[in-house]
């Protein structure tokens, strides 16, 4: 089958890869009709390189049709129509009968130190090969894939796999009171989606903040308040403030992570270590910190006394320093973590309609074959052509 690979730094390629198999009893094979490429996908092409190896299939936004079920899979059947959850879960452990299936117990990389594995995600979550390919084998084929009927396109429900729930997740974590307020750092794919999702559970003033002209004039027109941070970069937190009655507002959703903008020195730190071998590369990551705080620090700076930091995007740095006495005379709450896909779908399956209140429908900016991956990771990482979210279709 052909499949999208990792081959280094800012280096995917199509190549030809062996088919998956059944291995296990439970395990399903799917043939992916579409498969999204992630904002943390460019964390991979870009930053944790330390942690692939040349070949790895990645993605891990994946949808389509089951191929090939396993001798004790019962709860589907070939021809089935499923969305995979990102999650590796067995939902079936302590942890996910807690909600907490990015902590699944069967899964848990322990050698990493890691929750839950992960599909197409580097040996830090498992090194399991990922959804950007023509196949995918599916684990716990009884309880992980999540079954959605025939017949609207796949744009109704591939963003289950990992947009909707790490979005709801968020808004959730952020606790923002009916009618209140929320600013999203990055308009990117999950910050759009953590926009609507607050304006759908009851959030009045939402502000969405960005750099990219695209993603600006995307978050007015779906009727949000955009800050340019081009404009705002010394006083962002004074910008929201004079929004919200000199307060700030109720939560800040970092949705940007690892890679925020307006860090020079752990910019270059992060280009250092990717010039690094892997057995230096990783414990600078994982000791010393190479994580661009800039998002995490305005976020902090945004917010209002007494509310809520949730915390969606991707770090990485063991060592990157916090500003605790600013968090703690704020009296800040913070939350965050890897979206527990399977808690949430339930939440979100009742808005998948034809109404289309989150417009899901129209979320892609960009439906590209397989094989334009690679230009199509190139064009995201620069943040060109107005792609905000594209779907690969084998």
């Known amino acids: 089958m052909r499949a999208l690979t990792w081959q280094g730094k800012r280096d995917v390629q199509i190549q030809e890869v062996p088919d998956p198999r059944i291995e296990k009893p439970d395990d399903i094979v799917v043939q992916v009709t579409s498969t999204g490429i992630c904002g943390s996908d460019l964390h991979l092409y870009e930053v944790l390189g330390p942690y692939l190896d040349p070949g790895d299939i ?57 929750g839950a594995a992960l599909f197409g995600y580097t040996k830090l979550y498992g090194q399991v090969p990922g959804g950007q390919a023509e196949f995918l084998r599916v684990p716990f084929g009884n309880k992980l894939p999540i079954k959605v009927p025939h017949g609207p396109s796949d744009d109704r429900y591939v963003y289950l ?50 750099l990219v002209d695209a993603r600006l004039e995307r978050t007015r027109n779906n009727g949000f308040t955009a800050l340019d941070l081009r404009e705002h970069e010394k006083d962002l937190g004074d910008a929201v403030r004079d929004l919200t009655d000199g307060r700030g507002t109720d ?8 890679e925020a903008h307006g860090a020079p020195v752990a910019q270059a730190a992060q280009w250092v270590n990717s010039l690094l071998p892997d057995k230096l590369a990783r414990p600078m990551m994982e000791k010393i910190g190479v994580d661009r705080m800039g998002a995490l620090l305005a976020g902090i700076d945004a917010v209002r006394r007494g509310g809520t930091l949730s915390i ?12 605790l006495l600013t968090m703690f005379d704020k009296q800040i709450q913070i939350r965050m973590g890897q979206a527990n896909v ?21 979320f892609a900016t960009h439906h590209l074959p397989l094989s334009e991956g690679p230009q199509a990771y190139a064009t995201f990482q620069a943040k060109k052509d107005g792609m905000v979210k594209t779907l690969l279709q084998p």
Not at 86 to 113: A, H, I, P, R, Y
Not at 199 to 206: F, Q, S, T, V, W
Not at 312 to 323: D, F, I, N, R, T
Request: net charge negative; aromatic share 4%.
């Open 342 to 362: 399977w808690r949430w779908v339930e939440d979100i399956l009742p808005h998948l309609t034809d109404e289309d209140p989150l417009g899901v429908d129209g």
């Open 312 to 323: 969606s995007g991707v770090y990485g740095g063991a060592a990157s320093p916090m500003p």
């Open 161 to 210: 796999s990992d947009v909707l729930p790490t979005a709801w997740q968020a808004v959730a974590y952020a606790d923002i009171p009916r009618g209140g307020s929320v600013t999203v750092l990055g308009q990117g794919p999950i910050g759009d989606m953590c926009a609507r999702i607050a304006r759908l559970r009851g959030a009045e003033k939402i502000i969405g903040v960005d």
């Open 251 to 258: 939560a800040v959703i970092d949705a940007v992570g690892i």
């Open 58 to 114: 990645l993605g891990h936004e994946a949808m389509g049709v089951v191929a090939e079920v396993g001798p004790e899979v019962t709860e589907l059947a070939v021809g089935d129509r499923v969305v995979i959850p990102f999650n590796v879960s067995c939902n079936d452990c302590w942890m996910c009968d807690q909600g907490l299936q990015s902590q699944c117990e069967t899964t848990q990389v322990k050698s990493m130190g890691s």
